[in-house]
């Protein structure tokens, strides 16, 4: 039951982030962090995953 049934993504308007967590919210835009809606640079732009390997796995949604 630890499944989060995401129907759209959220991405920051600062550095474009796909944000997996709350986002900060400052006028009507979505930021990752404090630090994006204040249009300083941040790492929130790393991905947690550290092996970037050849091949990426598809996730198929069978959506009947
Ligand atoms: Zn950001
Ligand atoms: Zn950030």
Redesign the pocket.
């Known amino acids: 039951m630890a499944r989060i049934p995401f129907t759209n993504t959220v991405v ?6 796909e ?1 997996t967590w709350a986002p900060v919210v400052l006028d009507q835009q979505s ?3 404090q ?3 204040e249009g300083r640079p ?1 790492e ?2 790393y991905p947690p995953e550290e092996e970037h390997g050849t091949q990426q796995t598809v996730q198929e949604f069978a959506a009947v």
């Open positions: 920051c308007d600062g550095c474009g982030v944000i930021y990752c962090c630090d994006c809606a941040c929130c732009d």
